[in-house]
């Protein structure tokens, strides 16, 4: 996560916490960060961007290496639309 400091912007960030079934639930954490413009965006279809902030869609995938998603489904995406012309 971003860290405050007194003459820098202010920081922003988002977590994602997982509630693993009983039997993973002492794997080890992992953690992985990006910057927004390292977060996929594609556009199916005119109008519609999504950006992929974990998992797969429309052939954009973000599985960090070491994090569990890749053993337990995560699809996190956010969805925009232009407004009607």
Same mark, same amino acid.
């Given at each position: 996560?971003?860290?405050? @400091? *007194?003459?820098?912007?202010? %920081?922003?960030?988002? !977590? +994602?916490? =997982?509630? &693993? /079934? $009983?039997? *993973?639930?002492?794997?080890? %954490?992992?953690?992985?960060?990006?910057?927004?413009?390292? =977060? %996929? @965006?594609? @556009? /199916?279809?005119?109008?519609?961007? =999504? *950006?992929? =902030?974990?998992?797969?869609?429309?052939? $954009? *995938?973000? #599985? %960090?290496?070491?994090?569990?998603? !890749?053993? +337990? /489904?995560? +699809? +996190? &995406? @956010? &969805?925009? #639309?232009?407004?009607? #012309?």
């Amino acid at each position: 996560m971003p860290l405050f @400091t *007194k003459d820098g912007p202010m %920081p922003s960030g988002l !977590q +994602l916490w =997982i509630d &693993l /079934p $009983a039997e *993973k639930k002492m794997m080890e %954490p992992a953690y992985y960060e990006h910057k927004a413009s390292e =977060i %996929p @965006t594609v @556009t /199916p279809s005119d109008g519609v961007s =999504i *950006k992929v =902030i974990a998992g797969e869609a429309h052939g $954009a *995938k973000v #599985r %960090p290496t070491g994090c569990h998603h !890749q053993t +337990l /489904p995560v +699809l +996190l &995406l @956010t &969805l925009a #639309r232009s407004p009607w #012309r």
